[in-house]
C-alpha cells in the first residue's frame, strides 16, 4: 500500500443527551493512502457521517486517535481544526450549500481567495464541466449543476483530502453520474484522497476500496480490484 | 380553560423569540413612556398652573409707575370689564445677609389685600402673616427662605432706598406671580441671590416715601375682556404718573417662562413618540415577515387542515399585540416613573403650593391606541402575505432567493473580496428592509443631534454674551436716573477699574401697525464693557442718531436698516420722536434696541442722565466693591457677571447629566433595537451559509466578519442619514422656541455629530456582542445534512 495519508486508532464518540448515552463510533480503526477513491456505505445511525465528521475537523472524538499525514486531529482546538479543514481538507454536500449571493465562478473565489495554493476558479469549473455557466447564480442552475460548482468549490484549493457526504443524495440518477464523474476525475487529477458517504450502494463500483459501517464500527472492507466508470454503474 | 393549539403557539413564539420581542416592546415603550411623559407633565403642569392661579386670582394684567396716587386706583376700576384692582407697592432692596458678601437683590411687595378682594394672594407655608401693624414682620418667598435656612423667627436685613432695615420672618409663602422667579439682570433662577418679601402696605409706604401712593397696579379682568383695550385705557390713566406700559399676563416673565416650558413639552411630544412608533412599526414589519417566511410550511399546512386564513392572519396579530401590550405595560410604568422624575424637577424650578400630577385615563388610552395602531400597522403588511399564500405553495420550500445583480462597477471601486460581494448584495437584495434598518439607526442618531446641539449652542450663547459683548464684571443699575456725575463716583469706589455708563429707558417702538414695548439702552459711542456685536459678532460703534435693533426686534416690527421706526418713550417728558434703524445687532435674551447715549438723552429732551454703570472690577478689590455698592443709596441693584454666568452653567450642568441620561437612553434603545433585530433577521437567513462556510475553513472571526460587515455598512450609512434628520429637527426646534424671550443660536459642531454617532455606534456594538455566541456556535454538522 502507498503512502498513508488518514489513520485512525479506536476512534470513539459517544453523544450524551440527559442520562441517556449514544455510541455513535465503537472503536474505529482506518486506515487510507493518498490519492485513493473510498465508499462507504451503511445505514442511517451506522456512524459513518460521525466518522467522517471527525476526520473532516469538524466534530471531536470522545477517545481514540485520528491523524492526517503527521496532525493529531484529536488534540487540535477549534482553531487548529479550522486551520486544518482550510488548509487541507474540501468539503462536498448533500445539498450544495453555495451562497445564493454570488455566482458560481464567485462561490470559488470564495474558498480560492484564503486558500494557500489554489487553483484558479475558472480551471476548477473547467474540471466540472461548468466554464460556460460560471457567470450564473445558484438560483439559476439545476441540481447538477449546484453540486458540481459545489465539487469546483471543493477542489479549487487543491485539497489533500475531498470528503462528501451524500453528493448525490439529492439528485436524479443522470445527474448522479454526472456527479459521480466529476468526482472522479478530480480524483483522478488532483490526487486528493477522497472519501465518499451514501446510501447507495451502486456507487460502490467506482471506488478502489468500500468500508461498510454497522452499529459504529467498520464491519467489512473491500477492495475493488477493477474499478468501473460512473457511467457504467446505473441505479 | 383550554388554550387553542394557535394560541399556545403564540405563547412559545413569545418565549422563543424573547431578545427580539423585549427589543421591539422597548421601543414601543419609549414612544408610550415618551407619550405619557409629554402629554402628562404638560397637562399637570397647565392644569396645576391653572387651579393655582384661579385659587390665588393671579391677576392678567400689571403696570408699574413711578408714583401715583391712591385716588387713581377708583378709576382705574371705573375701566370696562375690571373685576379687580390692586394697587401695591413694589420695589427693588437690598440685602445685607451676614453670610453673604455678594451682592443679592429682595423684591419687596406690598401684602395683599385682605377679605377676598386682593389679587396674587399668597400660600402660607410655614408660619403667620405679618401683623399690619408691624413696620419689621414680614414673609419671605419659599425658595429664598430655603437657600438661607430662615425660618420663622429668622431676622433678614434689607437696604431699602438706601436705609438698613431689620426686620424679622413671620412666615414663609408661595405667590402665583413668582412660580418662576427670576432676580433683575439675571438669566437663570438663583433663589439665593434673589427673594421676594411681602410687608404690609405701610411699612413699604414709610420705606419709600410713597405715603398716600403705590408704585404697581395689577388688574383682573371679566372673562372675555379684551386685554389690549384694557391696557390702552389703564396706560391713559397711569402716564402722567410715570407709568412705564402695562403688560399683559402671556408678558409677565414668570408666566411666560412657564409657557415656554409648556411649548418644549408640546414640541417634544410631536417629535419623539411618532418617532419611536415609526421605528417600531418598521421593526415589528420586518421581524413579522421573517418569522411568516420561516412558517411558510407550517402556515401552508394549517390552511390545508382547514384553518381560515382570518385564524391565521389573527394567529400574527396575536403574536404582534402580545408585544405592544409588552411595550405599554413597560412604557407606562417608565413614563409614570419619569412623570415624578419631571415633576421633581418642576419642583425645583417651578414654585408650585401643589403639583397635580395628572392620571387623566384619556392619557393612558391614547398612548396604548397609538402604540397598538402602530404595530398592527407594521404587522398587516407582513400577514398579508401569509393570508395570500396558497397552501399547495405554501408547503414547498420558498424558491431560492433569486440574486442577479450586476455589480461590477461598484465591485470594482470597491475593490470587494467575495465575502464583500456577499455582504452587498444581500444588502441589495432587500432594500426595503435595508432601507428601513438605515432609517431606524438614523432616527436614532438624529434624536441624539437634535437633544445635543444645544449645549453646545447654550455655550456659544455665554461665550458671545458674555466675553464678546458684556465684557464687564459687574453692573449697578440706579433705582432712579442720575446726573452723568454719577459715573465718576462710581470710578472711585473700591476695586473698580473702569466705569462705563449706560441709559436704559422704557419705550414703545413702533412701525406701522407692529410695536413692541422694551427698554432702548444708551451706550457711549464706542463701548468697551458692554458693547453691541454685529451679527458677524463685529462690536458695533453706536451711531449718532439713528437705532440699533437685535435682530429679534427687526423681524418682530419687520423694519431694514434704513426704516424709520417710531419711538414712544415711557419715561421722563414721553416725547413720541421718530428715529433712523441704523444697523441690526445680534441678541439672544429678549429683545434689544440700543443707541448712543448723548442721542439718547437729547431726542428725550432730558439733560444727561444715566441709569447705571458697567463696571471692570480688580479682582483683589472685588469684596471692598460689594460692600460699598450695597450701601450706596443710589444702587436699585447689582449685577455680578461671574455669579450669573456660574449659576448658569451650574444650573445647566444639573440638567445637562438628566437629560443626556434620558435621550441616550432612548437614542440607545433604539439603535439596540433596529440593530438586534436586524442581525438575528439577517442571521436567521444567513446562517445556514455562514455555517457552510465554516465547514469550507473561514475562522469564526471571517464569519462574523460577514454578518458585522452587513450590521456596520448599515450602521455607517445611517449617520449621515441621522445626522440630517437631527438636524432638519433641530432647526425645527430653533424656530419653534424662539420667541421674544429669548432667540438660542443655531450652532451644530461637529463634536455634536461625533458624539451622536459614537453613542449609536457603542450601541451598536453591543448589540452585534450580543449575537457573537450564536454566530460562533453555528452548527456546522447540521447544515451537511439539511436543507433549509
Keep these: ?235 | 380553560m383550554v388554550i387553542s393549539p394557535l394560541r399556545r403557539k403564540v405563547l412559545r413564539d413569545l418565549r422563543r423569540l424573547w431578545a427580539q420581542v423585549l427589543a421591539i416592546a422597548l421601543v414601543l415603550a419609549a414612544g408610550v413612556a415618551t407619550l405619557i411623559l409629554g402629554n402628562g407633565a404638560y397637562s399637570s403642569l397647565y392644569e396645576t398652573r391653572a387651579r393655582y392661579y384661579d385659587d390665588y386670582r393671579f391677576a392678567d394684567i400689571f403696570a408699574d409707575v413711578t408714583r401715583a396716587p391712591r385716588a387713581l386706583l377708583g378709576d382705574i376700576r371705573e375701566i370696562d370689564n375690571v373685576l379687580a384692582a390692586e394697587a401695591r407697592i413694589v420695589k427693588l432692596a437690598l440685602l445685607d445677609m451676614p453670610a453673604m458678601v455678594e451682592p443679592g437683590t429682595m423684591l419687596m411687595v406690598s401684602l395683599p389685600e385682605k377679605g377676598g378682594r386682593g389679587l396674587n394672594l399668597l400660600h402660607l407655608r410655614q408660619g403667620r402673616l405679618p401683623d399690619p401693624q408691624s413696620a419689621r414682620e414680614v414673609v419671605v418667598s419659599e425658595g429664598f427662605a430655603a437657600a438661607h435656612r430662615l425660618r420663622p423667627g429668622a431676622p433678614l436685613t434689607v437696604l431699602m432706598n438706601g436705609q438698613r432695615r431689620d426686620l424679622l420672618v413671620t412666615g414663609i409663602t408661595l405667590s402665583p406671580e413668582f412660580i418662576y422667579a427670576l432676580g433683575p439682570g439675571e438669566m437663570m433662577p438663583d433663589p439665593r441671590r434673589f427673594g421676594i418679601a411681602w410687608l404690609p402696605r405701610p411699612a413699604l409706604e414709610a420705606a419709600f416715601d410713597l405715603e398716600g401712593a403705590f408704585s404697581n397696579v395689577v388688574l383682573k379682568l371679566a372673562p372675555g375682556a379684551s386685554v389690549d383695550r384694557t391696557i390702552e385705557a389703564l396706560d391713559r390713566l397711569t402716564a402722567p404718573y410715570g407709568g412705564a406700559g402695562a403688560v399683559a399676563r402671556k408678558d409677565q416673565i414668570s408666566h411666560a417662562f412657564l409657557d415656554a416650558e409648556l411649548k418644549q413639552l408640546s414640541a417634544m411630544v410631536k417629535v419623539l413618540p411618532p418617532i419611536f412608533l415609526l421605528v417600531a412599526a418598521m421593526l415589528v414589519n420586518i421581524t413579522l415577515s421573517r418569522l411568516i417566511t420561516l412558517e411558510r410550511e407550517q402556515i401552508g399546512l394549517l390552511k390545508a387542515i382547514g384553518y381560515s386564513s382570518r385564524a391565521i392572519a389573527q394567529h400574527y396579530v396575536e403574536f404582534v399585540l402580545a408585544i405592544a401590550a409588552l411595550g405599554i405595560v413597560i412604557g407606562i410604568s417608565a413614563g409614570v416613573w419619569l412623570g415624578v422624575g419631571l415633576a421633581q424637577l418642576y419642583a425645583r424650578f417651578f414654585s408650585f403650593p401643589f403639583l397635580i400630577f395628572t392620571r387623566d385615563p384619556q392619557i393612558y388610552g391614547l398612548a396604548a391606541a397609538v402604540t397598538v395602531a402602530a404595530a398592527v400597522a407594521g404587522a398587516l403588511l407582513a400577514v398579508r402575505v401569509a393570508v395570500a399564500l396558497p397552501p399547495a405553495v405554501a408547503m414547498s420550500p420558498p424558491a431560492p432567493a433569486d440574486y442577479r445583480a450586476r455589480m461590477g462597477a461598484f465591485r470594482r471601486l470597491f475593490a470587494l473580496r467575495q465575502t464583500g460581494v456577499m455582504v452587498t448584495r444581500h444588502l441589495f437584495r432587500w432594500p426595503l428592509r435595508t432601507a428601513s434598518g438605515t432609517f431606524g439607526v438614523a432616527m436614532a442618531v438624529a434624536i441624539l443631534v437634535a437633544s445635543l446641539w444645544s449645549f453646545g449652542s447654550i455655550n456659544h450663547m455665554i461665550d458671545v454674551t458674555f466675553t464678546r459683548a458684556e465684557r464687564h464684571d459687574a453692573l449697578v443699575a440706579f433705582g432712579a436716573p442720575e446726573p452723568a456725575r454719577a459715573l465718576f463716583a462710581a470710578r472711585q469706589m473700591p476695586g473698580v477699574l473702569a466705569a462705563e455708563p449706560f441709559r436704559a429707558v422704557a419705550a414703545r417702538i413702533s412701525h406701522r401697525a407692529l410695536s413692541r414695548k422694551l427698554s432702548i439702552m444708551g451706550k457711549p459711542e464706542t463701548p468697551t464693557l458692554s458693547r453691541v456685536l454685529a451679527p458677524d459678532l463685529r462690536p458695533m460703534a453706536m451711531p449718532e442718531a439713528g437705532l440699533i435693533l437685535s435682530e429679534a426686534l427687526a423681524e418682530a416690527l419687520a423694519v431694514r436698516p434704513g426704516d424709520r421706526v417710531t419711538v414712544e418713550f415711557l419715561e421722563g417728558a414721553r416725547r413720541t420722536v421718530t428715529l433712523p434703524v441704523s444697523g441690526l445687532s445680534l441678541g439672544y435674551v429678549g429683545l434689544g434696541a440700543a443707541m448712543e447715549i448723548t442721542a439718547l438723552n437729547r431726542v428725550m429732551g432730558e439733560g444727561a442722565l444715566i441709569s447705571g454703570v458697567a463696571l471692570q472690577i480688580d479682582e483683589t478689590g472685588q469684596e471692598a466693591f460689594y460692600v460699598a455698592a450695597k450701601t450706596t443709596p443710589k444702587t436699585g441693584f447689582v449685577a455680578v457677571t461671574a455669579l450669573t454666568v456660574a449659576r448658569f452653567k451650574e444650573t445647566l450642568a444639573e440638567n445637562i447629566t438628566v437629560m443626556i441620561t434620558v435621550y441616550v437612553g432612548l437614542a440607545a434603545i433604539i439603535s439596540v433595537g433596529v440593530v438586534y433585530n436586524f442581525a438575528r433577521i439577517a442571521l436567521s437567513e444567513q446562517g445556514r451559509e455562514l455555517a457552510s462556510l465554516r465547514v469550507l475553513g473561514f475562522t469564526r472571526g471571517e464569519v462574523s466578519g460577514i454578518l458585522f460587515g452587513e450590521l456596520a455598512t448599515v450602521v455607517l450609512a445611517a449617520q449621515p442619514v441621522g445626522w440630517l434628520f437631527g438636524y432638519v429637527i433641530a432647526f425645527g426646534m430653533v424656530q419653534a422656541f424662539s420667541s421674544d424671550l429669548y432667540r438660542v443660536p443655531f450652532v451644530i459642531g461637529p463634536e455634536v455629530y461625533v458624539t451622536a454617532s459614537l453613542i449609536v455606534c457603542v450601541a451598536a456594538l453591543a448589540s452585534a456582542w450580543a449575537i457573537r455566541g450564536r454566530i460562533n456556535n453555528l452548527d456546522m454538522v447540521e447544515v451537511l445534512k439539511t436543507r433549509e
Design chain 1, 1 to 235: 500500500m502507498s503512502e498513508t495519508i488518514f489513520h485512525t486508532k479506536g476512534l470513539t464518540k459517544v453523544y450524551r443527551s440527559g442520562a441517556q448515552e449514544v455510541h455513535a463510533l465503537r472503536g474505529v480503526d482506518f486506515r487510507a493512502a493518498r490519492g485513493e477513491f473510498i465508499v462507504i456505505l451503511g445505514p442511517s445511525g451506522s456512524g459513518k457521517s460521525t466518522f467522517l465528521n471527525i476526520v473532516g475537523g469538524l466534530d471531536t472524538a470522545t477517545a481514540g486517535e485520528a491523524w492526517f499525514e503527521d496532525h493529531q486531529l484529536t488534540t487540535l482546538d477549534e482553531r487548529g481544526l479550522t486551520q486544518y479543514r482550510r488548509d487541507h481538507v474540501g468539503f462536498v454536500f448533500q445539498f450544495y450549500n453555495l451562497v445564493p449571493s454570488l455566482t458560481a465562478r464567485e462561490n470559488v473565489a470564495l474558498v480560492t481567495e484564503i486558500a494557500r495554493h489554489p487553483m484558479s476558479p475558472d480551471d476548477a469549473l473547467a474540471l466540472v464541466g461548468l466554464t460556460d455557466r460560471r457567470d450564473h447564480f445558484p438560483a439559476q442552475l439545476s441540481g447538477g449543476e449546484q453540486q458540481r460548482v459545489a465539487i469546483a468549490r471543493a477542489i479549487a484549493k487543491n485539497p489533500e483530502v475531498l470528503l462528501c457526504d451524500e453528493p448525490t443524495g439529492a439528485l436524479d440518477s443522470a445527474t448522479g453520474i454526472k456527479v459521480l464523474e466529476a468526482l472522479a476525475e478530480v480524483n483522478r487529477r488532483v490526487g486528493a484522497t477522497t472519501l465518499v458517504i451514501t446510501h447507495n450502494a451502486a456507487i460502490r463500483e467506482i471506488a478502489d476500496r468500500v468500508l461498510r459501517f454497522a452499529d459504529g464500527r467498520i464491519v467489512e472492507e473491500t477492495v475493488n480490484a477493477t474499478k468501473k466508470s460512473p457511467a457504467e454503474v446505473s441505479w
